[in-house]
């Protein structure tokens, strides 16, 4: 296979200046005209090959003659032509078929609307062109549609002239102001409803803003408009960036790859990051709304005014607006709880991706698919790495850092390099050894000791740090990290912090620098044994090796300054009873809850001054894929029964408080977004998953939860309790769910997923039932991600079933998929990655599944890199 190397980077031999499109849809295929004019980069003799594929030529012309079959080549992927001018014009027209697309790259139709998708390597299906970030142009593009079936027919930047042709059929040109790259090219065409509302920058330039749904759904839309004026606001305020253009616009469709896309002036998104309502969506659909929302507008400036150079500079425009959108909502929202929230979603994705065979640093060296490196490591980690840049600068610093890259690169297309450049130099900073981390693949290890020292009242912390070897990397080098802790004394309070020969003290959180394979530091002045607090706010993207005893941790969760390590001290005393647990189990030993656990909880659960949604996230035991990667050989059986055990002892022993706690979260949360609902709902929903174990009032309160209907997250986690149940009612519930919201998609994938995510030993034959349901197809990706990728990631008892029946399922589904869509087929593979994880037998099974893929043929080349390479 072809293998791409960033080393191999060359500067393009043609820049484009201006592109011309006239795209005519047509019902029995589109034909695209295009007019390049273009321009030789230096000075060389080497032909212009053109990217493009799957297009059917139907005229070329150079300079406004047309060219002799002799005088270009064509063949699947390229279009080369010879002897250009120092300047030339070049015209083709093609033919393309958007109905026949079922990859949903490039232009396709989603439920008769045409839409585009060009990131990463899209627009070669469109057109012929230079189909690299690098080279950036004017766009001018012209759409002639029907004027029933596209009376809406849109593209970047602003409609400039339309007109109609007779036939029923009209036009409209639309031009880019801004010079863009392909992969930022849009074009949506539909009978589409629009939304309308305006923002006025702080420059009081007044921006159009639409939001394009299909009819029926305009009443779906507040809250995307809401998070998008709000992050307009921020990136004004936090960045000092402004929007460009005099129209915003967004378009929601059913069927697409990602959650959106951020092309100029023109945002596509899955309909799922755009459609809400409280009957509809839950909580965690709306945070989702909100932060995708907020992510692509800001890629306007982060991706789109500066743009990357190549697709191995993803994590500039991606870990950046990563970063960008966690910030935008912990500012929204509670800072803490979103930032438990993203570290959980770190360690759940990318810690065993960064530890598995497709390991990979935040800057790839290689890839033959682009597509599969929109990974949790460019995305997640590479936002870790930006903010670990942003503590070890601060606010001020990251912002004049920030201030300067745009003001360097403000219309350039551009690398990582760049960027650190830019923070360096705005800040007379040295981030030389930092730069490891674009490079360096593995999860750091932070291996730390504590000693009290009481005769001299000094405390000594040892760190020291470890990457595992990683495929193609078996040397790592010791990484510079911010790591933040605080001491904290017996009355709870945080300790002044001094290091021996510093002169003063100051109180709370410490951030001190990492840059050695192993560091010490010695604080002094310290009266008495404090409780260390490390890691605060998970300053560094790490796995943190501290032996803290149970005492300590029950402390921290009531007294910590730091909530997220008020949370991670909860989840690391949960850790430690239920892998205890474990042991137990596999020794044959009885199962007893220790009380320290029951009473940390208990104290937690009564803490009426906390934040409701940190105390819901603090008595969530961590899941049973969590518990997983702290075990050397995965038991997958034991973990689950385990934490079924945990659950059920503690409600017994915690009944009255969290009946009480239920019922007062109930009576104060009010249907809709408000953030004290939402959190009031989320410690209710956590109550329930308690309660729901006890025989008596488990099942009475799941059911009254779901009858009453009063938001979509409150009946969602009542029939997720009822879909894991033996219960009678269990058939009639999913029964009742479908028939209520069968002509709304979003919400069934929530009905797929509860049942294919459900803890029982039949889950498997359900699944199986469900993937031939009227209602299941391969051809929606969310419906694909609501049912096979739930099971295959979040349900792990049933995907690791010992007969290899999971497993057996979702590998066939994964090739039948890979015909129609492998980029989301590709993405289906990951867990299979995992095998080393597992005990002999299922090993051989997981192994035999990659093995029966790669011999697929007619394998995709998405599908065949990641499963090749989880064979490693
Ligand atoms: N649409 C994807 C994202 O915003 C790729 N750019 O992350
Ligand atoms: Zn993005």
Not at 303 to 332: H, I, P, Y
Not at 513 to 527: G, K, T, Y
Not at 723 to 744: G, K, Q, T, V
Request: glycine share 8%; with cysteine; proline share 4%.
């Amino acid at each position: 296979p072809d293998v791409i190397h960033l080393e191999d980077y060359r500067v393009p031999d043609f820049l484009i200046e201006h592109v011309e499109l006239h795209v005519d849809l047509g019902d029995g295929g589109t034909r695209v005209g295009s007019r390049l004019t273009l321009r030789r980069n230096g000075e060389h003799g080497r032909p212009l090959v053109l990217h493009g594929e799957g297009l059917e030529l139907l005229s070329i012309a150079l300079d406004g003659k047309s060219l002799a079959a002799g005088r270009y080549r064509l063949d699947d992927e390229t279009l080369t032509v010879e002897g250009l001018g120092a300047e030339a014009v070049l015209e083709t027209e093609c033919r393309i078929d958007p109905d026949g697309n079922t990859a949903l790259e490039g232009l396709y139709r989603s439920n008769g609307t045409f839409c585009t998708q060009c990131e990463a390597e899209g627009f070669r299906k469109i057109t012929w062109y230079l189909d690299r970030p690098d080279v950036m142009a004017r766009f001018r593009t012209t759409i002639v549609g029907d004027r029933t079936t596209q009376p809406v027919m849109l593209s970047n930047g602003n409609p400039v002239a339309s007109g109609t042709t007779g036939d029923n059929r009209h036009w409209v040109t639309w031009e880019d102001p801004f010079p863009k790259p392909s992969y930022l090219f849009a074009l949506v065409a539909g009978d589409l409803a629009v939304v309308e509302d305006s923002f006025t920058t702080r420059s009081g330039r007044e921006v159009a803003l639409r939001i394009y749904v299909e009819h029926g759904n305009e009443d779906r839309c507040g809250h995307a408009m809401t998070a998008l004026k709000h992050a307009m606001a921020w990136d004004e305020r936090v960045y000092g960036r402004e929007y460009d253009l005099d129209i915003f616009m967004i378009v929601a469709v059913s069927d697409f790859n990602m959650g959106a896309m951020e092309n100029k002036g023109l945002n596509v998104f899955n309909a799922k990051y755009i459609l809400a309502k409280p009957e509809t969506a839950t909580d965690v659909d709306f945070d989702g709304i909100e932060s995708v929302v907020a992510h692509e507008y800001f890629h306007n400036w982060t991706g789109n005014r500066v743009t990357c150079r190549d697709w191995f500079q993803l994590t500039l425009k991606e870990g950046l607006t990563v970063f960008r959108d966690q910030q935008f909502s912990a500012d929204m929202n509670s800072a803490a709880v979103k930032r438990i929230a993203d570290v959980q979603r770190l360690r759940a994705a990318q810690f065993p991706e960064d530890g598995g065979p497709l390991a990979h640093p935040i800057q790839p060296q290689s890839y033959i698919e682009i597509n599969n490196f929109y990974t949790a490591t460019v995305y997640e980690k590479g936002a870790e790495v930006i903010r670990m840049i942003h503590r070890l600068l601060g606010t001020d610093g990251f912002r004049k850092g920030s201030d300067l890259y745009f003001e360097r690169h403000d219309g350039q297309a551009v690398t990582t390099e760049d960027f650190v450049a830019a923070m360096e130099d705005a800040n007379d900073a040295d981030l030389g050894q930092f730069r490891r981390w674009y490079v360096q693949a593995g999860t750091p290890r932070l291996i730390c000791s504590g000693d009290y020292d009481a005769a001299d009242g000094s405390y000594l912390l040892t760190v020291r740090q470890e990457t595992p070897a990683t495929p193609g990397q078996p040397e790592k080098a010791p990484l510079h990290m911010p790591f933040a802790v605080g001491l904290i004394g017996r009355d709870g309070a945080d300790l002044p912090l001094r290091l021996a020969g510093e002169n003063s003290a100051e109180a709370g959180t410490r951030v001190l620098q990492l840059r050695e394979a192993e560091s010490r530091f010695r604080f002094v002045d310290i009266p008495e044994r404090p409780v260390a607090s490390l890691l605060r706010g998970f300053s560094a993207p790490v796995r943190l090796e501290f032996a803290q005893p149970a005492e300590d941790l029950a402390f921290r969760m009531a007294h910590d300054s730091d909530d997220f390590n008020r949370w991670e001290a909860a989840q690391e005393l949960q850790n430690k009873v239920l892998l205890g647990l474990v042991a137990d189990r596999r020794a044959g030993r009885p199962l007893v809850l220790p009380d320290m656990l029951a009473e940390a909880l208990g104290t937690a659960l009564d803490d009426d001054g906390a934040d409701p949604s940190l105390l819901a996230l603090m008595l969530t035991l961590p899941g049973e894929v969590m518990l997983a990667q702290h075990m050397e050989v995965i038991d997958v059986e034991a973990i689950h029964d385990v934490r079924e055990f945990a659950v059920k002892a503690l409600a017994e022993r915690l009944r009255d408080r969290l009946l009480a706690r239920y019922r007062a979260c109930h009576a104060a949360a009010r249907p809709g977004f408000d953030g004290a609902s939402m959190a009031a709902r989320h410690l209710q929903n956590a109550c329930l998953a308690y309660l729901s174990q006890l025989d008596d009032i488990g099942r009475e309160t799941a059911l009254a939860q779901y009858r009453e209907r009063r938001t979509m997250t409150e009946t969602m986690a009542a029939l997720a309790r009822i879909a894991a149940s033996d219960w009678p009612e269990r058939d009639e519930a999913l029964a009742d769910f479908h028939a209520a919201w069968r002509n709304d998609p979003l919400v069934i994938d929530k009905w797929f997923t509860v049942q294919a995510t459900a803890a029982r030993a039949d889950t498997l034959e359900h699944v199986l039932a469900l993937a031939g349901h009227e209602d299941f197809t391969l051809r929606n990706p969310n419906r694909v991600r609501a049912l096979i990728g739930a099971f295959a990631s979040a349900n792990p008892t049933a995907f690791h079933r010992a007969d290899g029946a999971g497993y057996d399922f979702v590998a066939e589904r994964i090739l039948a998929l890979d015909a129609s869509n492998p980029q989301v087929a590709a993405r289906l593979i990951a867990p299979f990655g995992q095998w080393r994880r597992y005990d002999k037998a299922r090993q051989e099974r997981m192994l035999n599944q990659l093995k029966r893929i790669v011999s697929q043929p007619g394998l995709s080349k998405d599908v065949r890199e990641v499963a090749s390479k989880s064979l490693n």
